[in-house]
């Protein structure tokens, strides 16, 4: 890649280098929450905005710094989406608003003191935005104190938002657009669909916690 980056983009070469042999990246499975774990995960978190973080991110199947970069106006509560601005590769993408992270929110901003001002969750600082590191955090605790291995992490929540709506039978090109990916694998041809039917789709934390009768 560095060859030919060198070639094409620097001497403005034509591109003849396709057939360089590039090493194989390992095939790493992705590390899955099962949903009984999730429980657990959710249920030890007593802190509003905590859970909040985590629920959001779960319910959406978003990266870590795509829930602390949220703005409140990327929440729209009258379409039920949630606007992720220049995701990684620099890519906009609408996801679905879980009616119940809606609720979770609104319960979380009005307790909230001081009330954010442009990032959903912020800081001790008002206008600066959660960091990675202490969301990263507040899942380790969440997890230690729920009994769940070593093994996961926060991303982990985002590989299992996508591996049980797979399991829930939802298209898999449905869920490649919802994650942002630009293609399923490498190999195959970009798979397209409106983004009027993604936001359409049930988050799967409602289904998760559709029998609970405790308060979020």
């Keep these: 890649n560095a060859i030919k980056f060198y070639f ?34 959710f249920t030890a978190i007593t802190n ?12 959406a199947g978003l990266r870590v710094s795509e829930v602390v970069n949220l703005k409140i106006t990327d929440i729209d509560s009258d379409r039920m ?18 009616p119940l992270v809606l609720e979770m929110l609104r319960a979380y ?12 969750f912020e800081g001790q600082q008002p206008g600066i935005a959660y960091s990675i590191k202490s969301a990263q955090k507040i899942f380790q605790v969440a997890k230690n104190k729920a009994g769940i291995g070593s093994h996961i992490s926060f991303h ?11 399991e829930k039978g939802v298209d898999v090109r449905y869920i490649k657009d919802l994650m942002g990916h630009f293609s399923i694998k490498t190999t195959e041809i970009y798979l397209h669909v409106k983004k009027e039917q993604l936001v359409n789709i049930i988050s799967p934390l409602d289904s998760l916690w559709e029998n609970e009768k405790n308060d979020i």
């Design 81 to 98: 989406q949630i606007f992720i601005s220049r995701a990684k590769g620099k890519k906009d993408r609408y996801v679905m608003l879980s």
């Design 48 to 59: 509003r905005k905590h859970k909040a973080i985590l629920f959001t991110a779960y319910s």
């Design 156 to 166: 982990s929540l985002r590989h299992s938002f996508a591996t049980h709506l797979l």
């Design 109 to 120: 901003l009005k307790e909230s003191r001081p009330r954010p001002k442009k990032y959903l």
């Design 8 to 41: 094409e983009q620097v001497l403005k070469r034509e591109k003849f280098f396709w057939d360089i042999p590039r090493p194989k990246k390992p095939l790493l499975l992705p590390k899955v929450i099962g949903e009984r774990e999730l429980r657990r995960l």
